[in-house]
């Protein structure tokens, strides 16, 4: 494997179901991210973590919890969602999100469905 | 604040012709730029990016972009559609010295035969 994987692809769950979302980066880097992508909506971050301490936390609900258990895995643990955070999940993973400068490098992402 | 525009949340043209894809942003301080392209059911991919130095940056497949700070603008450019390049493009815009990034919403560009 290479770059950034997404597992699963794409996810259907009712409001009251727990799953859990899985990125791996193989880049070697120190940073991950999950961004939330909506129709006609600028992406939305939700999560950094740098050397797996949470440096970001944009207003999330608390229906979505991260998890970070090393600097090559990051997780969305998700429970008792809402219609409407049905949307496609990025992950993504740069060097070091406390540099000057951070290319990110994005996974293929998970759809979500939640009905 | 930061914030990054895209003019056209759609954008169509004939095979061959030229694509020019319109990105405006704010920043309080010096700032990082990107653009990513999106294929569908697939991640963002980095097209090019400015940091220092020549404002024209060139990119993968074609591409280029120029930052103008008077304009605070950094708008894509390719001289010649290809079939392969309809995709959604997206701008990205990073202050120096911090680790987030701010995106636009996004333009799907249309390439016609």
């Known amino acids: 494997e290479t770059g950034v994987t997404q597992t699963p692809r794409h996810l259907v769950m009712g409001m009251t179901n727990k799953k859990s979302l899985k990125c791996e980066q193989h880049?070697?880097?120190?940073?991950m991210y999950w961004y939330k992508q909506s129709a006609k909506k600028p992406l939305e971050l939700m999560f950094v973590?740098?050397?797996?301490?949470?440096?970001e936390n944009n207003s999330v609900p608390s229906r979505f919890s991260p998890e970070c258990p090393n600097s090559s895995h990051l997780f969305l643990h998700l429970h008792t969602l809402q219609p409407e955070d049905s949307a496609l999940y990025l992950c993504?993973?740069?060097?070091?999100?406390?540099?000057?400068?951070?290319?990110?490098?994005f996974g293929p992402g998970t759809r979500l469905t939640v009905l | 604040a930061q914030s990054v525009t895209q003019l056209g949340s759609h954008v169509s043209v004939s095979e061959g012709a030229l694509v020019l894809l319109r990105c405006n942003y704010s920043?309080?301080?010096?700032?990082?730029l990107f653009w990513y392209v999106q294929y569908p059911n697939q991640g963002l991919q980095l097209l090019l990016k400015?940091?220092?130095?020549?404002?024209l940056v060139k990119g993968i497949n074609g591409f280029e972009a120029e930052f103008k700070k008077s304009e605070t603008s950094f708008h894509l450019t390719k001289p010649s559609a290809h079939m392969s390049d309809a995709a959604e493009y997206f701008c990205?815009?990073?202050?120096?010295?911090?680790?987030?990034?701010?995106f636009g919403s996004g333009t799907k560009l249309n390439v016609k035969p």
């Open positions: 920043s309080s301080v010096p700032p990082y």
């Open positions: 880049l070697g880097h120190n940073a």
């Open positions: 973590y740098s050397l797996e301490e949470r440096v």
């Open positions: 400015y940091t220092t130095g020549a404002t």
């Open positions: 990205a815009v990073s202050p120096s010295g911090f680790n987030k990034f701010y």
């Open positions: 993504a993973s740069s060097q070091d999100s406390r540099g000057t400068y951070n290319e990110q490098f």
